[in-house]
């Protein structure tokens, strides 16, 4: 048991912790976001409209809209998480077998745009069922354990990350 939590901390409970961390810091920064719990941050964030700034980084921008977008709570980060993995491990298995444009561009390229819209909606309903995901490719023992751990993890780095004052902090 002892190890199934270590195993659980490790590989669940520091991602979760750190990506809910980083999200709630990065989102409070550029919103000024007042929330000091929870509950408050879950209200604010549904209210909350992102400046599009040109100058702002592409990967803190397209994050913090999918955060804002799967609702910023425990539910929501672990879907975000589980995007990401899936999107990323697409993208690597591509890379990996791709075997020329000739080969890519064969059906055209209007049917590759459309395969690849229906895929990220796949991808994006599987993400939804995370826990379902999560237990094919993890050696989950309890899931009990998992699940406690990652909410704890999550729950944890809100809080943290709300009682800092972002506001002045470089």
């Not at 592409?58 to 998480?81: A, E, P």
């Not at 049917?111 to 050696?139: G, H, Q």
């Not at 751990?149 to 800092?164: D, G, M, V």
Request: charged share 15%; hydrophobic share 50%; proline share 2%.
């Amino acid at each position: 048991m002892i190890f199934e939590i270590i195993k659980a901390i490790v590989i669940a409970g520091i991602p979760i912790a750190l990506f809910s961390y980083y999200l709630i810091i990065l989102t409070r920064k550029k919103t000024q976001l007042k929330s000091t719990n929870a509950t408050q941050l879950k209200k604010e964030l549904k209210t909350v409209e992102l400046d599009k700034n040109p100058d702002e980084n592409f990967m803190h921008s397209m994050l913090q809209k999918k955060f804002l977008k799967f609702g910023g709570g425990f539910y929501g980060i672990l879907t975000l998480i589980t995007y990401l993995h899936i999107e990323i491990y697409q993208l690597i298995q591509f890379v990996s077998n791709f075997s020329g444009f000739e080969k890519m561009f064969e059906s055209g390229i209007v049917s590759l745009i459309i395969s690849f819209i229906i895929e990220a909606f796949m991808n994006l309903i599987t993400a939804f069922m995370w826990p379902v995901y999560w237990f094919k490719y993890l050696p989950i023992g309890s899931s009990w354990v998992w699940l406690a751990i990652a909410i704890l993890a999550h729950t944890i780095a809100t809080r943290y990350a709300l009682s800092k004052d972002v506001n002045n902090s470089r």
